[in-house]
């Protein structure tokens, strides 16, 4: 026994003595390691920069503790200043992307003023540090930290707590931890920037003036990669085609905006009234949640409302049946989503006092079973929101299907000639 637990304890010791390693550079080649909190994020951002030839995660700047996330996450090194710090190794082309630049992408996208952490990521291995490996960045990194000071300063912010040393040695991370959100797009990806930037862009200049009147959804993006801005993107806003405007911002371009929700976390999205928020959503929302927060926004406590996500039933000939019978050439649209349901050439009066269709538009509604109230029918529900619709009967002219469908969900869209 005494045997196997030294043969253990020996290789975990070799595990680490090979991870421990001094950066390494080519003619053009550089190589610096940077802290901003969680370096999952982080390394991603780095690699995606233009003359970057690798990132590597890691731990470096601490002493004493064991290089290792279960080591350095550990309650007693919480707040141990001689703790080692989530790192990011980055290797780079200094002939395609100056040190200066990669610092002020560094600076830019986490909050250096904050001590021993980033936003909700609590401990002295989030602090924001700088470990440089020869002179010249050393200088260029004091440099561009008092730019950033002066910039910090002017819009709020306190003073950049940012540690700025040589490099002893760094420790990559396990295997586990590398490429991380590439492995997992779903992964932990928040957003800590401040919004202040060293040369002011044009997006930030982005006109708020259409979304402060009226109704507006805005998703808070990071400035950055971000995974679940992304996994929000496909599973929701590329096929969003409603009636109100939904507009994506960064945390620094809600000027004009009244603002609650804290929007560090990204994506956040907000349901705005008049530039001033109703309600907000810290975080990705699946699709069902972010349509069921638009029915509350939009169709309030209505009938509406109660036909959408309660399955209830409007009156025979209610006012938007008579409305909606007649119109001209067109198609019907899911009231929240803006998905294409039914065209009018599919329509024809089945003298029911319900909007009546022989078909539904390709893919855009799918049938469940519905037993309630001790009938078998077939209910219809909307592909993209699923709201509740009506039902599906067999006995449509020519022997084709009923669509029996709520006005009251749908919206009308007349067809451009």
Same mark, same amino acid.
């Given at each position: !026994? ?10 975990i010791?070799? %595990? ?8 390494t ?5 550089r190589?610096? =390691?940077?802290?901003?909190g969680?370096f999952?994020?982080?390394?991603k951002?780095?690699a ?9 995660s ?7 503790? !064991?290089?290792t ?12 200043p001689?703790?080692h710090?989530? =790192?990011?190794?980055?290797?780079y %082309?200094?002939?395609h992307?100056s040190?200066?630049?990669?610092l002020?992408?560094?600076f830019?996208?986490?909050d ?14 989030? *602090?924001?540090?700088?470990l ?5 960045q050393?200088?260029v ?18 003073k ?10 760094f ?6 931890h ?15 920037s401040t919004g202040v ?17 009226g109704?507006a959804?805005v =998703?808070?993006?990071?400035q950055?990669y971000?995974?679940?801005?992304e996994?929000?993107?496909?599973e929701?806003a590329?096929t969003?085609a409603?009636s109100?405007?939904? =507009?994506? *911002?960064?945390?620094a371009?809600?000027?004009d ?12 999205i907000?349901?705005? *009234? ?11 929302m699946?699709?069902?949640s972010?349509y ?18 309660k399955k209830?039933?409007e009156?025979r000939?209610?006012?938007q049946?008579?409305i909606?019978?007649?119109?001209p050439?067109?198609v019907f649209?899911?009231?929240l989503s803006?998905?294409?349901?039914f %065209?009018?050439q ?11 269709f022989?078909?539904?538009? %390709? ?8 037993h309630s109230?001790?009938m078998? *029918? ?18 449509g ?21």
């Amino acid at each position: !026994m005494k045997k196997s637990i030294l043969a253990f304890l020996v290789l975990i010791l070799w %595990d680490v003595s090979i991870a421990a390693k001094e950066p390494t550079a080519t003619a053009q080649s550089r190589t610096i =390691v940077l802290g901003a909190g969680c370096f999952w994020g982080a390394e991603k951002a780095y690699a995606a920069l233009p003359g970057v030839i690798d990132a590597v995660s890691g731990y470096a700047g601490g002493s004493g503790v !064991m290089p290792t996330y279960r080591a350095i996450s550990d309650r007693s090194n919480k707040m141990n200043p001689k703790n080692h710090a989530e =790192v990011v190794e980055v290797t780079y %082309d200094h002939n395609h992307i100056s040190v200066q630049t990669l610092l002020e992408s560094f600076f830019e996208r986490h909050d250096p003023t904050q001590v021993n952490r980033q936003g909700n990521d609590i401990g002295s291995q989030y *602090r924001s540090i700088i470990l440089t490996t020869n002179p010249t960045q050393s200088t260029v990194a004091l440099q561009v930290s008092t730019r950033y000071q002066e910039l910090l300063t002017q819009a709020g912010y306190g003073k950049i707590t940012t540690q700025i040393s040589p490099l002893d040695v760094f420790y990559p991370a396990e295997n586990y931890h590398q490429d991380y959100l590439v492995k997992n797009p779903d992964g932990y990806c928040p957003d800590h920037s401040t919004g202040v930037h060293f040369t002011q862009k044009e997006e930030r200049k982005l006109d708020n003036s259409a979304i402060a009147q009226g109704p507006a959804i805005v =998703v808070i993006e990071a400035q950055g990669y971000c995974p679940y801005c992304e996994k929000f993107k496909t599973e929701v806003a590329n096929t969003y085609a409603g009636s109100i405007p939904m =507009v994506f *911002r960064t945390a620094a371009q809600l000027h004009d905006l009244e603002v609650a929700t804290p929007t560090w976390a990204t994506p956040t999205i907000l349901f705005l *009234r008049d530039g001033a928020e109703v309600f907000g959503n810290q975080g990705y929302m699946a699709a069902d949640s972010f349509y069921r927060a638009l029915g509350h926004f939009k169709l309030g406590d209505s009938e509406a409302y109660n036909i959408a996500f309660k399955k209830g039933t409007e009156s025979r000939f209610c006012r938007q049946y008579e409305i909606f019978k007649d119109t001209p050439n067109g198609v019907f649209v899911d009231k929240l989503s803006g998905a294409a349901l039914f %065209d009018t050439q599919d329509r024809f009066d089945s003298g029911t006092g319900w909007l009546s269709f022989s078909k539904s538009v %390709d893919n855009a509604v799918y049938e469940r079973a519905d037993h309630s109230f001790g009938m078998r *029918r077939t209910e219809i529900r909307s592909a993209s929101s699923d709201i509740h619709l009506g039902h599906v009967f067999p006995d449509g002219p020519r022997g084709q299907p009923r669509y029996c469908i709520n006005a009251t969900v749908l919206e009308f869209i007349p067809r451009r000639h």
